[in-house]
């Protein structure tokens, strides 16, 4: 299993049954599934909170680190999947609109090189 | 571009090349993108605040916020595969290892139908 | 040291005398201070990550779960006030200001009983 | 109303007298209070995804962007307050308690300067 291979597709459908074999479909309300997204993503940003964006390259570099980083990330991805799955949405067909979306408010020619918000380019 | 087609390696690809396009590499720290990541997370929160578990699954049924909520969701997916670009780490081999790892805590005949973490089972 | 009687600005102190004993305030820039805070914010929503809203009041009530939860809300308090204090904000001034804004866009004939945004009253 | 002469108890009535006042209690449950929490921890957040920390103390700087930032501590500490509210938490006690422990942590001559967390000083 790996990215060069594996569909999104799948990828729902692996964590749907775990949540299935659970029976924790229950669980796994919208406002829930949005909550745990929201931890997993703290847990991740707590790596790096005293470092500066430079060094925070380092970190993810670091063996003993990334072990950790990795399976935060994992975590994520996996809650979003999930949403996902219970939404009823499909990820790679929201992803393809939001980047045409994103392409439109960011221009290569005006956004080339700058981190401001689309409404002060 | 749906689920059932699209490899994660290829969404990678996509959001890598936004990136790039746009001379964005520079301000994609794994710090900043976890922030990002976290900040999404966030606006993905707040279509469910004030609402129970249960209502929330209307919410995501609801015409007008659930194209809201996809492109919420989208950023999110977006923000982690880019963080998951910048740090070299493969999207399906790190799910695939913290579903096995989540495996293990929650067996199933323990877990069905339970929400309590794993170290309370 | 109790709520009636311990001023914003007595705790503001308190906490700016513990970061300057470490010679911390290199680390707090708002950046670092606003991704502290967030990480705090969610350690305290994990506790309620999976049960409904009224159900989450007897967690706060739960004598073991309570001091958790009070650490974590402590948590936050602290970081929000070394904030303040970084950025030479007066924290009961604008808690006055925001509290007079939320007064006429949540006016009580309108706002009462309902959890909507004020854009949908 | 300032930080020299208010007290914490005085900002929680405050707080209380409006959600009371709105008939809001029946939505202010710790669950959702902390996804409040979070999702305005966020907001303030996203006022610094992609500068550098210390840039970040030039934000807080900008009088146009300080006003915002300043609504947003706001909001933090306003839900913060809420949520002693609701759970019966004395916020002076529990801060007092909490860097008592901190001390503890992290007593002065090995955590001067260093952003490490206590584990690993």
Redesign the interface.
Known sequence: ?????????E??A??LA?AQ????E??H????L?????????????????????A??D??ADPAK?AK???E??????Y?LE??N??????????????E???RK?P?EK???R?DKYTEL
């Not at 074999?21 to 924790?24: C, H, K, L």
């Not at 997993?40 to 430079?54: C, I, K, R, S």
């Not at 990330?73 to 996996?78: Q, R, S, T």
């Open positions: 299993m790996n990215d060069a291979s594996t569909t999104t597709g990828l729902k692996r964590v775990f074999e659970r029976d924790w229950q669980f309300a919208p406002k829930n949005s909550m745990a997204l929201a931890a997993e993503a703290a847990e991740l940003m707590e790596h790096f909170l005293w470092v500066t964006p430079e925070s390259r970190v993810t990334r980083i990795a399976e990330l994992a975590d994520i991805v996996i979003a949403f996902a219970i939404a009823g949405l499909d990820v790679a067909t929201i992803i393809a609109a939001k980047m979306a994103n392409a960011y290569v956004a080339r090189g981190a």
